[in-house]
């Protein structure tokens, strides 16, 4: 692996056109980046067998034909690419490594090679014309080493003419490999935590609840106002449900405490659960449609436990896509819910809502050291939507940003809304045995970044997603930019509001960072 | 005897064509899609869905903003091959409806554009590195059989004269199944020969991207999830999992 602290090895980013060329091919080149295998007690607490099974090479194979049977998507998807190679320049694991597995396609084809050999007419007959392979243990170590080199961000299926996605084959090759018994370590003792504690970080309701008492405190001491981070309250009108890294995490923590200040400006009652204390869901990483629907039934229970009317989700990329797209299917129906709000709604949704009814006072200028820009996240962009307009979760962030700072600029437009690049470190490779891959993979980000500061001075980029926060706050520093450049969007939001009863001149004075 | 030879191999050539790509589609259809996968940008009405695909049909849409050379070649391919296909159905018509009387004239540039379209993505197969890197033997293949059908249809007009009077004859007689003779050129037979082919390999090859196109769940499916509940019939039969919270916490 690459050291991580040379920054010249990951450049050059002083010129934008440079990164958007398209890599000659570095065959090989990542080949050798494996992210650690999961110990067998975490394959099983997922209900997946431990270690590689004898008979893998059967079961692989029958897996694969049920998928084929259970999910249209990788049925149409492995039969209707025509190899026309528009895909091949999208992704940006390829634009930062050059390795020419990490073009879409190529990536499909490790799999889709596969399963023509044993599923279709051609690849059974005429394999060699049609590229289709027999199943080894070297193509099983391959599809593990690329499929976890896929963040299912969905890039490359914007741009396909026929909407094949990677992220359903990879996700599907995710649930092969665990099928077997070759699980990835980060995500299967992740979701293995989640199902114990209910969360990824194994926080426990007592040391959640001390989190949260010490956080009342700071809120006390920054606005002279009693601001509450309720958990467990029964009767309480919002569910809370954020990512647990919200409770922890700089610059997470700072958007809880704009959470919290909307909710007490508001005026409503809401409470979080320490039974649902995790707003991601990592079954969707591994492609896991019982898992998935096991971590999401937890906020089912929770919302009926605790007898509140609606569900709103913190900011969170991948959460906010099973929320929104699959929460209905996993754990639905929700007729016990206010049925007058969306199920489940974005915290974004709400606040915005309370800005342009005038309920929430803002005060722009507290964000006046700020020079914005705003990180599409790439499920919330291309899996997700927001508000009562279509591409609403492009328009409803920047609607609160310009509400709340003086200072925002977009980047070009071919890195943002459905176009936006992936932070580099989404579906499941946020982990460190995998950082020379994110720091790769999160350049053509920094490239579009560098382009703004350079154009108008941009000094700082919002994010609303637990992953490319912490993705971006590691991986900034070697280009050039401060750790903390990258912000909540209701980090702005909770400077900027101003609380009735409040001392002026408390909120917190915004912390600039020099560039380089 | 070749006339006959010929004839049969049309009629399994139309069997393999319609009953095996009838076949895949009734697969498609009937395989559930089980989450929706919307990709954006996603409408949120049927209609709009049905908005994205003629866009998507017609023009290419997510092609056209993704790469500009592949649309370009693809779209002359396609649209030459439509225009082409449809001047052809003169061979299968009489007497021969007007608007394809009309087409006959505009029919024959089509050709070249479909010929066009097809040696430039034959071109950016072999030139661009990415390209060559993805593309297997049946890529180049493909693209070949199609070309050889141009050339060959081309060549019954500028080479060596073939008396297409007989050949509408003889396909007048498939569709009335009686068989007749077919004038005896190497061209006409090899043309011939090449579309029985094509026919015999789109439903077991890439080609079916024609149909897969709408049943993508990326692309078909509506931006409606909060709204509507979309269960799929496996899915519902999973086990039931508990509405309480388990006592005691653990698991």
Redesign the interface.
């Known amino acids: 692996m690459a050291p991580l602290d040379k920054k010249d090895e990951y450049g050059p980013f002083d010129n934008v056109d440079q990164v958007f060329e398209?890599p000659?091919?570095a065959c090989g080149a990542m080949a050798d980046t494996h992210t650690f295998e999961a110990a067998p007690e975490h394959n099983e607490m997922l209900g997946f067998p431990g270690e590689l099974l004898p008979n893998w090479k059967e079961v692989a194979i029958a897996k694969m034909g049920e998928l084929?049977?259970?999910?249209?998507?990788f049925?149409?998807?492995l039969?209707?690419?025509?190899?026309?190679?528009?895909?091949?320049?999208?992704c940006h694991y390829f634009i930062g490594t050059g390795d020419?597995k990490n073009?879409p396609?190529?990536r499909q084809?490790l799999l889709r090679s596969v399963y023509r050999r044993y599923y279709?007419?051609?690849g059974k007959y005429?394999p060699?014309?049609?590229?289709a392979r027999d199943l080894t243990k070297e193509v099983l170590d391959e599809w593990y080493t690329y499929y976890h080199q896929c963040s299912q961000c969905?890039r490359c299926?914007?741009?396909?003419?026929?909407?094949?996605?990677t992220a359903?084959i990879s996700m599907a090759a995710r649930e092969i490999l665990d099928s077997v018994g070759v699980g990835q370590k980060y995500c299967n003792e992740i979701i293995g935590k989640v199902?114990?504690t209910g969360n990824n970080l194994g926080l426990n309701p007592k040391a959640l609840r001390a989190t949260l008492d010490d956080l009342e405190e700071d809120l006390l001491d920054d606005t002279g106002v009693e601001v509450r981070i309720p958990l467990d309250e029964k009767g309480a009108d919002i569910l809370l449900i954020t990512p647990s890294a919200d409770f922890f995490a700089e610059p997470h923590i700072d958007g809880l405490l704009g959470y919290a200040k909307v909710f007490h400006a508001a005026g409503v009652s809401w409470t979080l659960s320490s039974?649902a204390s995790e707003a991601a869901n990592f079954g969707m990483f591994i492609g896991s449609?019982?898992n998935m629907?096991?971590v999401s039934?937890r906020i089912?229970?929770?919302a009926?436990?605790l007898g509140v009317k609606r569900i709103i989700f913190g900011e969170c990329g991948h959460a906010w896509r099973v929320a929104?797209?699959?929460l209905?299917?996993l754990a639905?129906?929700f007729d016990f819910l206010d049925q007058n709000y969306?199920?489940?709604q974005h915290i974004l949704e709400f606040t915005l809502d309370e800005i342009e009814s005038g309920r929430l006072k803002i005060d722009k200028s507290k964000n006046d050291d700020y020079v914005m820009t705003f990180h599409d996240s790439c499920n919330v962009?291309?899996?997700s939507?927001m508000g009562r307009e279509?591409?609403g979760?492009f328009e409803v962030p920047r609607k609160v940003l310009r509400a709340v700072c003086n200072h925002y600029y977009d980047m070009d437009p071919d890195t943002i809304?459905?176009n936006t690049f992936c932070c580099g470190g989404g579906g499941g490779l946020l982990t460190d045995d995998l950082m020379d891959l994110r720091i790769k993979g999160a350049k053509p980000r920094m490239t579009a970044l560098k382009q703004v500061t350079d154009e108008h001075g941009v000094t700082h980029m919002a994010a609303i997603c637990a992953i490319c926060k912490t993705q971006f706050s590691k991986v900034m520093p070697k280009y050039g930019y401060g750790m903390d450049s990258i912000m909540s969007v209701h980090q702005l939001v909770s400077n900027a509001v101003v609380l009735d009863g409040g001392n002026e001149d408390t909120a917190e004075e915004p912390e600039t960072e020099e560039s380089k | 005897m070749l006339s006959t030879l010929y004839a049969v191999l049309f009629y399994v050539a139309t069997i393999f064509l319609i009953v095996g790509t009838g076949m895949?589609v009734l697969?498609?259809a009937r395989?559930?899609?089980?989450?929706?996968?919307?990709?954006?940008?996603?409408?949120?009405t049927r209609a709009?869905v049905v908005m994205r695909m003629i866009r998507?049909v017609t023009y290419?849409h997510?092609?056209f903003?993704?790469?500009r050379w592949?649309w370009v070649f693809?779209i002359l391919f396609h649209y030459g091959m439509l225009l082409v296909l449809i001047r052809h159905l003169r061979y299968f018509t009489d007497p021969v409806w007007w608007w394809v009387a009309l087409i006959q004239p505009i029919g024959v540039l089509a050709g070249l554009a479909m010929l066009a379209g097809l040696l430039g993505?034959f071109a950016?197969r072999i030139v661009?590195?990415?390209?060559r890197?993805?593309?297997?033997?049946?890529?180049y293949?493909m693209l070949l059989l199609l070309i050889g059908i141009v050339a060959s249809g081309y060549s019954m007009s500028l080479v060596d004269r073939v008396d297409v009077l007989k050949v509408k004859n003889f396909m007048l007689g498939l569709m009335h199944f009686q068989i007749r003779e077919l004038p005896m050129q190497a061209n006409i037979l090899i043309h011939l020969g090449l579309v029985i082919t094509l026919m015999i390999v789109f439903p077991?090859?890439?080609l079916?991207?024609a149909p897969?196109?709408f049943?993508?769940?990326?692309?078909?499916q509506v931006?409606n999830?909060?709204k509507?509940?979309?269960?799929t019939a496996?899915?519902n039969q999973?086990p039931p999992?508990?509405?309480?919270?388990p006592e005691a916490g653990?698991?």
Not at chain 2, 31 to 44: C, E, M, N
Not at chain 2, 228 to 231: E, G, I, N, Q, T
Request: glycine letters at 6%.
């Open positions: 398209v000659k091919l084929a049977e259970k999910n249209r998507a049925k149409v998807y039969d209707t690419c025509v190899k026309c190679g528009a895909c091949t320049d999208k020419p073009m396609v190529a084809d279709t007419f051609a005429f060699k014309l049609v590229g969905r299926a914007v741009s396909c003419p026929y909407g094949i996605d359903e199902k114990v039974y449609y019982e629907r096991e039934w089912r229970q929770a009926k436990d929104y797209s699959f209905n299917t639905g129906p969306p199920i489940p962009a291309r899996g939507a279509e591409g979760q809304r459905e | 895949k697969k498609y395989t559930p899609a089980p989450l929706k996968i919307p990709v954006s940008p996603a409408p949120r709009g998507e290419f997510s092609l903003r993704s790469n592949i693809a993505l950016r661009v590195q990415r390209i890197y993805i593309s297997s033997p049946s890529d293949l077991i090859s890439k079916m991207h897969g196109l049943f993508a769940p990326s692309r078909t931006d999830a909060r509507f509940r979309h269960l496996w899915a999973l999992l508990p509405d309480a919270i653990e698991k």
